[in-house]
C-alpha cells in the first residue's frame, strides 16, 4: 500500500523542531522577540503566510537551515516581490539548490507579464559575477522558454550557459554542442552577442579541429562585423589556419591575400610562417627547415612553442636527430616549458595543445636515441596535458605511440605501463 505523503509546511518545521529542542512558547517568544501568539499562530497553520521577518527571527533558535524554511514558504508564496527578495538572498548565498527553486516558482507564479518575469530573471542573470548562479539561472530561463515557445528568452538563455562554458577548458566539446543549437536561433541574438558568439564559436571550432566548422563561422561572423577591430585579424588567422590543417594550401593562399589586401596586421605578420610551414607540410623540407628555424628565433613568447613543434615535426621526418637534440635542449629553458599554464582563459586550450605536442616529438626522439623509458615517461607527459582540456582523440593518438614504441623495439609491455593507461582511460571516462 502506497503511503499518502503530505506536504510539509513551516508551522510543521517550526512545531516539530520546537518539540525536539524542548522549548516553550513562551521561552520562544522571549529567544526572539516574536509574540506567542504569532507563533501559535504559524504553528496551527492559521497563518500560512507569515511575514519574513518572522521567519528569519524564528529560524536560528530553532536550528532550522534557511534552506529548509524557504523552500517550504514558496510553496505556498505567489507575491512576486517577496519571491524576488529571496531570489536575491539566495544568490547572496550562492545557494544553487534554492536559487534554482525560488526561479522556477517566480517564474510560474503567473502575476505577471512572461516576458517581463523572464526579463527580470534575465537580469539577474547579467548582473551575476558568480558561473554556477549565470547557468542555473540560464537554464531556468532557457527550459522555460523552450516549454512555452518563448524562443528570443530560451536563446537568450542557452547563450549566457554558452558563455560561461565556453571558458572551461573541460568542456570545449560540450559548449561547441550547445553552441550549434544557438546557431539556428542568431536572430534572435542582438547584433554585438552575435558577433560575439560567432567568433567564438569559431576559435573554439578551430582548437577542438572543427576547421570546416571554424571557417563557416569565422566567415558569419565577419558578414555581421562592419567595424575594424583585433578580434576579427585573429578570426581571420583562424580561418587560414584552418585552410593549413584541411590541406588545403590553393585556398589558404588565397585567403592570405585576400586579407593582406585589407590590411590585417595578424595575417600579415604571420603570412610569411603560413607559407614556410605549408612548404614543410608538402615535403620540401630543404627549403622548410632553415626558414622554421628562422621563425622560430624571431617568434615573440607566445608564439614560440607552435613554432617550435611545426620544426621538431619537420626534423623528425627527416630524422635530423642531432638538430632535434639542439632544439630540444634549448627548449627546456622556454617559460612555456619551465612554467606550466596555471590560467583557464580559452587561450590556454591551444597551449596545452601545444605543450602535448611538444613532448609528443621529444618522446620520440628518446626513443630514436635509446632512452626507451624516458620516451614512454614523456609520452605521458603530453597525455597529461591533452587530459587538461579532456582531448581524448590526442589521448589515444599519444598512447597509440607507446604501443607502436614497443612494437617497433620488440619489447613486452610491462603491466605498470598498462595500468598508468588504464588509470588515464578512467580518468578522462569519469570526467566526461
Given at each position: 500500500?502506497?503511503?499518502n505523503l503530505?506536504?510539509?509546511?513551516?508551522g510543521?518545521?517550526?512545531?516539530?523542531?520546537?518539540?525536539?529542542?524542548?522549548?516553550?512558547?513562551?521561552?520562544?517568544?522571549?529567544l526572539?522577540?516574536?509574540s506567542?501568539?504569532?507563533i501559535f499562530?504559524i504553528?496551527?497553520?492559521d497563518?500560512?503566510?507569515?511575514?519574513?521577518?518572522t521567519?528569519?527571527?524564528?529560524?536560528?533558535?530553532?536550528?532550522?537551515?534557511?534552506?529548509?524554511?524557504?523552500?517550504?514558504?514558496?510553496?505556498?508564496?505567489?507575491?512576486?516581490?517577496?519571491?524576488?527578495e529571496f531570489?536575491?538572498?539566495?544568490?547572496?548565498?550562492?545557494?544553487?539548490?534554492?536559487?534554482?527553486?525560488i526561479?522556477?516558482k517566480?517564474?510560474?507564479?503567473?502575476?505577471?507579464?512572461?516576458?517581463?518575469?523572464?526579463?527580470?530573471?534575465?537580469?539577474?542573470?547579467?548582473?551575476?559575477?558568480?558561473?554556477?548562479v549565470?547557468?542555473t539561472?540560464?537554464?531556468v530561463i532557457?527550459?522555460?522558454?523552450?516549454q512555452?515557445?518563448?524562443?528570443?528568452?530560451m536563446?537568450?538563455?542557452?547563450?549566457?550557459?554558452?558563455?560561461?562554458?565556453?571558458?572551461?577548458l573541460?568542456?570545449q566539446?560540450?559548449?561547441f554542442?550547445l553552441?550549434?543549437?544557438?546557431?539556428?536561433?542568431?536572430d534572435?541574438?542582438?547584433?554585438?552577442?552575435?558577433?560575439?558568439?560567432?567568433?567564438?564559436?569559431?576559435?573554439?571550432?578551430h582548437?577542438?579541429?572543427?576547421?570546416?566548422?571554424?571557417?563557416?563561422?569565422?566567415?558569419?561572423g565577419?558578414?555581421?562585423?562592419?567595424?575594424e577591430?583585433?578580434?576579427?585579424?585573429?578570426?581571420?588567422?583562424a580561418?587560414?589556419?584552418?585552410?593549413?590543417?584541411?590541406?588545403?594550401?590553393?585556398?589558404?593562399e588565397?585567403?592570405?591575400q585576400?586579407?593582406?589586401?585589407?590590411g590585417?596586421?595578424?595575417?600579415i605578420?604571420?603570412?610569411?610562417?603560413?607559407?614556410?610551414?605549408?612548404?614543410?607540410?608538402?615535403?620540401?623540407?630543404e627549403?622548410?627547415?632553415?626558414?622554421?628555424?628562422?621563425?622560430?628565433?624571431?617568434?615573440?613568447?607566445?608564439?614560440?612553442?607552435?613554432?617550435?613543434n611545426?620544426?621538431l615535426?619537420?626534423?623528425?621526418a627527416?630524422?635530423?636527430?642531432?638538430?632535434?637534440?639542439?632544439?630540444?635542449?634549448?627548449?627546456?629553458?622556454?617559460?612555456?616549458?619551465?612554467t606550466?599554464?596555471k590560467?583557464?582563459?580559452?587561450?590556454?586550450?591551444?597551449?596545452?595543445?601545444?605543450?602535448?605536442?611538444?613532448?609528443?616529438?621529444?618522446?620520440?626522439?628518446?626513443?630514436?636515441?635509446?632512452?626507451?623509458d624516458?620516451?614512454?615517461?614523456?609520452?605521458?607527459?603530453?597525455?597529461?596535458?591533452f587530459?587538461k582540456?579532456?582531448?581524448?582523440?590526442?589521448?589515444?593518438?599519444?598512447?597509440?605511440?607507446?604501443?607502436?614504441?614497443y612494437?617497433?623495439?620488440?619489447?613486452?609491455?610491462?603491466?605498470?605501463?598498462?595500468?598508468?593507461?588504464?588509470?588515464?582511460?578512467?580518468?578522462i571516462k569519469?570526467?566526461?
Amino acid at each position: 500500500m502506497i503511503e499518502n505523503l503530505t506536504y510539509k509546511t513551516i508551522g510543521d518545521i517550526f512545531r516539530e523542531k520546537r518539540s525536539k529542542l524542548d522549548i516553550s512558547l513562551s521561552e520562544l517568544a522571549r529567544l526572539t522577540g516574536v509574540s506567542k501568539s504569532v507563533i501559535f499562530k504559524i504553528e496551527s497553520g492559521d497563518t500560512k503566510r507569515p511575514e519574513l521577518s518572522t521567519v528569519k527571527a524564528l529560524i536560528a533558535p530553532l536550528e532550522i537551515t534557511y534552506e529548509e524554511v524557504i523552500t517550504c514558504y514558496i510553496e505556498v508564496e505567489n507575491r512576486t516581490d517577496v519571491l524576488l527578495e529571496f531570489l536575491s538572498e539566495a544568490i547572496d548565498a550562492h545557494n544553487i539548490t534554492l536559487i534554482e527553486n525560488i526561479a522556477n516558482k517566480y517564474i510560474e507564479s503567473c502575476r505577471e507579464d512572461t516576458y517581463t518575469q523572464l526579463e527580470t530573471l534575465y537580469n539577474f542573470v547579467i548582473a551575476s559575477t558568480d558561473d554556477n548562479v549565470k547557468v542555473t539561472l540560464a537554464n531556468v530561463i532557457s527550459k522555460y522558454s523552450r516549454q512555452h515557445g518563448v524562443l528570443p528568452y530560451m536563446v537568450k538563455g542557452l547563450y549566457q550557459s554558452y558563455m560561461v562554458q565556453y571558458r572551461d577548458l573541460k568542456l570545449q566539446e560540450e559548449s561547441f554542442r550547445l553552441g550549434e543549437e544557438i546557431i539556428n536561433y542568431l536572430d534572435f541574438l542582438d547584433k554585438t552577442d552575435k558577433i560575439s558568439f560567432l567568433y567564438r564559436m569559431a576559435f573554439q571550432a578551430h582548437n577542438i579541429g572543427k576547421y570546416e566548422m571554424c571557417i563557416k563561422l569565422g566567415k558569419m561572423g565577419h558578414l555581421e562585423d562592419e567595424t575594424e577591430n583585433e578580434e576579427k585579424e585573429r578570426v581571420a588567422l583562424a580561418i587560414c589556419n584552418s585552410f593549413f590543417h584541411l590541406n588545403n594550401y590553393s585556398e589558404l593562399e588565397q585567403h592570405l591575400q585576400e586579407y593582406e589586401s585589407l590590411g590585417y596586421r595578424f595575417i600579415i605578420n604571420g603570412a610569411k610562417y603560413l607559407r614556410t610551414i605549408t612548404l614543410s607540410k608538402m615535403g620540401e623540407y630543404e627549403e622548410a627547415i632553415p626558414l622554421l628555424k628562422q621563425l622560430v628565433e624571431e617568434s615573440r613568447e607566445n608564439q614560440r612553442l607552435h613554432r617550435v613543434n611545426q620544426l621538431l615535426e619537420a626534423l623528425v621526418a627527416v630524422n635530423d636527430l642531432s638538430s632535434l637534440k639542439e632544439i630540444l635542449d634549448k627548449e627546456e629553458e622556454n617559460t612555456f616549458i619551465k612554467t606550466p599554464y596555471k590560467h583557464t582563459e580559452l587561450g590556454n586550450y591551444y597551449q596545452y595543445t601545444e605543450l602535448g605536442h611538444y613532448y609528443k616529438y621529444k618522446a620520440r626522439y628518446l626513443v630514436a636515441i635509446g632512452q626507451f623509458d624516458d620516451g614512454i615517461n614523456t609520452c605521458f607527459k603530453a597525455m597529461d596535458y591533452f587530459a587538461k582540456i579532456n582531448s581524448v582523440n590526442r589521448i589515444i593518438e599519444t598512447s597509440n605511440y607507446i604501443f607502436s614504441f614497443y612494437c617497433e623495439e620488440g619489447r613486452e609491455m610491462p603491466l605498470t605501463i598498462l595500468k598508468k593507461l588504464k588509470e588515464l582511460y578512467n580518468t578522462i571516462k569519469e570526467s566526461n
